[in-house]
């Protein structure tokens, strides 16, 4: 608080006022000054006063009615108020002036001193006043932006507290598509290795039938070369021979074994045949033809 705190001086006689005026320039105040209740009333409403004092015997509103229209009044409500009377001054008046609304009632004649002192004494209470007041208002205003700041550092928090949790939602689905999508992978890729160890086996086995056709192909056509020649050969002889005679019988069963040779001998010349039968109709099937054949030969 820098500026001076302001007396209100209220008297119908000026050089009374004059008077006071003088005696707190050792106070360090300013004084305003009214020479009526409704002056006083009006300076009430146009300044602020750390104390008034009040003269009671005055002409038209005296300063008993001027005082409690004052209480009445909000701004001059808690305002610190002095009577100061000559003539009114036995206890009835002073306690009057109390239940008016006075803080205190001082008569004339009055010491100087004793006047200054509790004029001080009241300046004292109200710059307490208002330091307290002035400290108060800045505690409000520090309040008030701390307040705001908590308010847009919660309302933040929320923001990101939403955020996160859309994040996590983000994420927690996109793990739940990465699994999704794992698992279908682990699901093809077993297929495909299936597929694989199924391939590799039936290459394997067709290899191994495949050799086992050119070896077959092979004894057929070292056996086949002989039986060429043979043939025939059992066959004239036959039918030179007397078809009564035993040569020719034996000729026969000779001319039977060696066309079942040669059957069997196709046989395994076509053998690569049959496993293409079986590799690709199953083992069922080439069962059934081989048996046929057999059945034939």
């Avoid at 100061?84 to 009055?110: C, N, R, W």
């Avoid at 994420?171 to 290795?193: D, F, G, P, Q, Y």
């Avoid at 043939?231 to 001319?255: C, G, V, W």
């Amino acid at each position: 608080m820098t500026s001076k705190p302001t007396i209100l001086l209220v008297d119908d006689r000026i050089e009374n006022i004059e008077t006071l005026k003088e005696l707190f320039k050792v106070l360090d105040v300013d004084c305003i000054l009214a020479t009526s209740g409704d002056e006083a009333l009006k300076k009430t409403l146009e300044n602020d006063f750390a104390l008034a004092l009040v003269d009671v015997q005055m002409p038209g509103m005296d300063g008993f009615e001027t005082v409690e229209i004052m209480r009445q009044q909000e701004k001059t409500a808690h305002l610190s108020i002095l009577f100061l009377s000559g003539i009114y001054s036995d206890s009835y008046y002073q306690i009057k002036g109390i239940e008016t609304g006075a803080v205190d009632f001082i008569t004339k004649p009055f010491a100087p001193e004793i006047l200054i002192g509790k004029v001080q004494v009241h300046l004292d209470l109200y710059r307490h006043k208002a330091s307290l007041q002035e400290a108060h208002d800045k505690l409000e205003v520090l309040v008030q932006e701390r307040t705001a700041k908590l308010v847009a550092t919660n309302e933040q928090l929320q923001a990101e507290i939403i955020e996160r949790k859309n994040a996590e939602e983000e994420i927690k689905k996109a793990n739940e598509e990465i699994e999704a999508w794992n698992s279908e992978l682990e699901l093809r890729v077993k297929e495909k290795t299936d597929e694989l160890v199924q391939s590799q086996a039936q290459l394997i086995q067709s290899a191994k039938l495949s050799a086992m056709g050119k070896m077959a192909g092979g004894l057929a056509h070292e056996l086949n070369s002989p039986l060429a020649g043979l043939l025939p050969m059992i066959q004239k002889f036959r039918d030179d021979a007397d078809k009564n005679s035993e040569a020719y019988t034996e000729l026969s069963l000779m001319l039977k074994a060696c066309n079942f040779m040669a059957r069997i001998v196709n046989l395994f010349g076509n053998f690569s045949t049959f496993i293409i039968v079986m590799f690709f109709f199953g083992k069922g099937v080439f069962d059934f033809l081989f048996g046929e054949i057999c059945d034939i030969a």
